[in-house]
């Protein structure tokens, strides 16, 4: 498992997100306190704290260093 803080704080951020995520296999959750929720999922994202930091953690190791090149570039 990899783990990253993204900041996911307006809605064409939240979209990115979840469109970077569904174009690679495996599971990808985000996680705010104590809620977690599927992060290929729009609506689990709004049930989210989003304006803090959030934690995406990526179970898919061979594909993780290029989802965040991704969302790094396309996030910032």
Not at 13 to 42: H, M, W
């Amino acid at each position: 498992m990899v783990t990253q803080s993204v900041h996911i704080d307006t809605l064409a951020k939240i979209q990115s997100l979840v469109r970077i995520v569904n174009n690679y296999q495996g599971r990808f959750e985000l996680i705010s306190g104590a809620t977690f929720v599927n992060a290929r999922s729009v609506m689990g994202i709004f049930s989210l704290d989003i304006s803090k930091p959030v934690q995406l953690n990526i179970y898919n190791e061979e594909c993780a260093d290029e989802v965040l090149r991704e969302i790094s570039a396309t996030l910032n």
